[in-house]
């Protein structure tokens, strides 16, 4: 009441910045807007750190990394129905990747939104998140607020973490209560994310099976890369002897120049393995179901699959020893099983892996000192490839289509959680956002090598990385369009084909409109010259970089998901 001094009183807006910093959510990505505009200023006020947007998905997809960097929830502060629909795909991208994230959005009034009569921004947003995310919540009294906040982050960050929504109607957050009762009724979540013990018969089956293995296989994904579990999966992996794929996010884990590291003879070892030990990996797509011609079929597999998710076992086939826990905690009993004794693999197997790693690597070698003008792909990741390679603390962000799928083969990783791309969806704009988030959360040096066509769905957050003055230098291989420069509209038309790019596009002068660096380049030397340069100097940078525009290939390396019309005359 009126009576009450105002110091006793506490309100919406405080509770929730409280409640997300007693639980260590010290920064927000968003974009302002109603009804959260005062809340982001009174959360700076706070001390925390507000990182606004130009466009909520970017924000969004900045906060899903920096949960998956952190192991804690990355929140996206968004307005209503529009804004909360754009942050809605990176929560779902989010919750696809198994990365932690709460999207909050500011809500227009429930009783008005209920009976559809046309609120400001009217739109059910609860009912609309559910279904993509993990889990979803409305707080509508202030007292509920810490209770709110602790079962977002619970939901996010423990088992499989995943996307969490968070609905915040306008009116809850000038809402008061008695100041000390709203103290009490915060929430600090103790031991959010619960180690998962696996069985000791499952961790025994497990070792039985991978003893009996003639070519036994490690897979790690970025679920491993998550877990930060490198100390125990480095003493696995060296004290085993057994030859290791790493999945795009989990390079790095393990440097992959390791002797045992197999990625430069993955069609090999695909093929030929006999025990396939999966950690952190699902066997989706970008592991061909764990079926077929790649995995050698007729010849058959054993697999053993290490997951926090019980439900991913058998998803796709037949999983012989199956370990549900933390990644920490399962590779921990592995080792205590290896120190009990173990055989290395058999010495045929490792040397029919290092024959054809070597053969590989040397053809590669040749594709990658092509000095030619204009560039190709190999010819301009050369230079990248040693750019990082001088630089292994640094951050790799990657998204297009070729210069996604050739840099994730030709740029060797050496730290674990340095690669960050557009993971099980293969989603484009992720670009900006994760490299915002990875300077912010990390401070370390960041390149974001992005193709021309994804550098397009999240461009506009140069600015953002301008005004923040981020460690950030983005390269952008530039072939003039989607895939390649050279379609032709197959109708003769005036219309330009429908994969291609006004030509010679200058983004670097995009950068330049913003007060950051931006460079043009066409040759290897003077790519790595400027990224290296903009590395070191911490200073925001774009790096044009034109590539021949027939080079590349239709859809990269995934050309064969495209469906094929039979009847089609052109
Ligand atoms: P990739 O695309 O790199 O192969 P995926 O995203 O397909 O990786 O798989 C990651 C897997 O890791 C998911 O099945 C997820 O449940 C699991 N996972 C995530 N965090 C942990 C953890 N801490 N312990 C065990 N498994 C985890
Ligand atoms: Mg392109």
């Given at each position: 009441?009126?009576?009450?001094?105002?110091?006793?009183?506490?309100?919406?807006?405080?509770l929730?910045?409280?409640?997300?910093?007693?639980?260590?959510?010290?920064?927000?990505?968003?974009?302002?807007?109603?009804?959260?505009?005062?809340?982001?200023?009174?959360?700076?006020?706070?001390?925390?750190r507000?990182?606004?947007?130009?466009?909520?998905?970017n924000?969004?997809?900045?906060?899903?990394?920096?949960?998956?960097?952190?192991?804690?929830?990355?929140?996206c502060?968004t307005?209503?129905?529009?804004?909360?629909?754009?942050?809605?795909?990176?929560?779902?991208?989010?919750?696809?990747?198994?990365?932690?994230?709460?999207?909050?959005?500011?809500?227009?009034?429930?009783?008005?939104?209920?009976l559809?009569?046309?609120?400001?921004?009217?739109?059910?947003?609860?009912?609309?998140?559910?279904?993509?995310?993990k889990?979803?919540?409305r707080?509508?009294?202030?007292?509920?607020?810490?209770?709110?906040?602790a079962?977002?982050?619970?939901?996010?960050?423990?088992?499989?973490?995943?996307?969490?929504?968070?609905?915040?109607?306008?009116?809850?957050?000038?809402?008061?209560?008695?100041?000390?009762?709203?103290?009490?009724?915060?929430?600090?979540?103790?031991?959010?994310?619960?180690?998962?013990?696996?069985?000791?018969?499952?961790?025994?089956?497990?070792?039985?099976?991978?003893k009996?293995?003639?070519?036994?296989?490690?897979?790690?994904?970025?679920?491993?890369?998550?877990?930060?579990?490198?100390?125990?999966?480095?003493?696995?992996?060296?004290?085993?002897?057994?030859?290791?794929?790493?999945?795009s996010?989990?390079?790095?884990?393990?440097?992959?120049?390791?002797?045992?590291?197999?990625?430069?003879?993955?069609?090999t070892?695909?093929?030929?393995?006999?025990?396939?030990?999966?950690?952190?990996?699902?066997?989706?797509?970008?592991l061909?179901?764990?079926k077929?011609?790649?995995?050698?079929?007729?010849?058959?597999?054993?697999?053993?699959?290490?997951?926090?998710?019980?439900?991913?076992?058998?998803?796709?086939?037949?999983?012989?020893a199956?370990?549900?826990?933390?990644?920490?905690?399962?590779?921990?009993?592995?080792?205590?099983?290896?120190?009990?004794?173990w055989?290395?693999?058999?010495?045929?197997?490792?040397?029919?892996?290092?024959?054809?790693?070597?053969?590989?690597i040397?053809?590669?070698?040749?594709?990658?000192?092509?000095?030619?003008?204009?560039?190709?792909?190999?010819?301009?990741l050369?230079a990248?490839r040693?750019?990082?390679?001088?630089?292994?603390?640094?951050?790799?962000?990657?998204?297009?289509?070729?210069t996604?799928?050739?840099?994730?083969?030709?740029?060797?990783?050496?730290?674990?959680?340095?690669?960050?791309d557009?993971?099980?969806?293969?989603?484009?704009?992720?670009?900006?956002?994760?490299?915002?988030?990875?300077?912010?959360?990390t401070g370390?040096?960041?390149?974001a090598l992005?193709?021309?066509?994804?550098?397009?769905?999240?461009?506009?957050?140069?600015?953002?990385?301008?005004?923040?003055?981020?460690?950030v230098?983005?390269?952008?291989?530039?072939?003039?369009?989607?895939?390649?420069?050279?379609?032709?509209n197959?109708?003769?038309?005036?219309?330009?084909?429908?994969?291609?790019?006004?030509?010679?596009?200058?983004?670097?002068?995009?950068?330049?409109?913003?007060?950051?660096?931006?460079?043009?380049?066409?040759?290897?030397?003077?790519?790595?010259?400027?990224?290296?340069?903009?590395?070191d100097?911490g200073?925001?940078?774009?790096?044009?970089?034109?590539?021949?525009?027939?080079?590349?290939?239709?859809?990269?390396?995934?050309?064969?998901?495209?469906?094929?019309?039979?009847?089609?005359?052109?």
């Amino acid at each position: 009441s009126a009576q009450v001094p105002e110091h006793d009183l506490t309100d919406g807006f405080h509770l929730i910045i409280k409640a997300l910093r007693l639980n260590g959510l010290d920064t927000i990505y968003g974009v302002p807007g109603i009804p959260i505009t005062d809340f982001g200023r009174m959360a700076q006020a706070a001390g925390m750190r507000v990182i606004s947007f130009r466009h909520e998905q970017n924000a969004g997809h900045a906060a899903a990394i920096a949960g998956y960097l952190t192991r804690k929830p990355g929140v996206c502060l968004t307005v209503s129905a529009p804004g909360f629909l754009n942050g809605l795909t990176a929560l779902a991208n989010a919750t696809t990747n198994c990365f932690p994230m709460i999207l909050i959005s500011g809500s227009s009034e429930r009783e008005v939104v209920d009976l559809q009569q046309g609120d400001y921004e009217e739109m059910d947003q609860l009912a609309i998140a559910r279904p993509l995310c993990k889990a979803a919540f409305r707080i509508l009294h202030a007292q509920d607020i810490g209770i709110g906040i602790a079962r977002a982050i619970r939901a996010a960050v423990s088992g499989r973490p995943g996307g969490v929504y968070l609905d915040l109607p306008a009116k809850l957050f000038p809402q008061v209560m008695d100041a000390v009762e709203g103290e009490k009724s915060l929430v600090k979540v103790i031991d959010p994310a619960p180690a998962q013990i696996p069985a000791p018969d499952a961790v025994a089956r497990a070792m039985e099976t991978l003893k009996s293995a003639k070519k036994p296989l490690v897979i790690f994904g970025k679920g491993a890369a998550y877990a930060q579990a490198d100390e125990a999966i480095r003493d696995f992996v060296e004290t085993s002897g057994i030859p290791f794929l790493q999945m795009s996010m989990a390079k790095g884990l393990l440097p992959d120049t390791h002797p045992l590291s197999a990625g430069a003879a993955r069609s090999t070892v695909l093929k030929e393995s006999d025990v396939v030990l999966l950690v952190g990996a699902r066997l989706n797509w970008l592991l061909s179901h764990g079926k077929g011609k790649s995995w050698g079929e007729p010849y058959s597999k054993r697999f053993i699959q290490i997951d926090i998710e019980p439900k991913e076992m058998d998803s796709n086939v037949e999983i012989v020893a199956p370990v549900v826990g933390d990644i920490g905690s399962c590779m921990e009993a592995f080792n205590a099983a290896l120190a009990k004794g173990w055989t290395q693999p058999p010495a045929d197997w490792l040397a029919t892996v290092s024959a054809k790693k070597e053969d590989n690597i040397a053809k590669m070698a040749l594709r990658l000192k092509k000095n030619s003008t204009p560039m190709d792909f190999h010819g301009a990741l050369g230079a990248l490839r040693t750019v990082i390679k001088e630089r292994p603390d640094a951050i790799l962000v990657n998204e297009g289509a070729n210069t996604l799928d050739l840099a994730r083969g030709v740029i060797d990783m050496y730290q674990p959680r340095r690669r960050l791309d557009v993971g099980t969806w293969g989603v484009m704009g992720i670009g900006m956002g994760f490299a915002i988030a990875a300077a912010i959360e990390t401070g370390k040096p960041v390149l974001a090598l992005e193709g021309d066509s994804a550098f397009g769905f999240c461009g506009m957050e140069i600015e953002t990385i301008c005004r923040y003055n981020l460690p950030v230098c983005i390269v952008i291989f530039n072939n003039n369009g989607i895939y390649r420069g050279t379609d032709v509209n197959p109708s003769g038309g005036s219309d330009v084909a429908t994969t291609v790019f006004v030509k010679d596009a200058r983004y670097d002068r995009m950068m330049e409109a913003f007060g950051g660096q931006g460079v043009y380049v066409t040759t290897p030397d003077e790519l790595y010259k400027a990224v290296g340069a903009a590395m070191d100097s911490g200073r925001p940078t774009l790096v044009n970089a034109v590539i021949d525009p027939a080079a590349g290939t239709e859809s990269g390396r995934i050309g064969n998901l495209n469906p094929q019309s039979t009847v089609r005359k052109n």
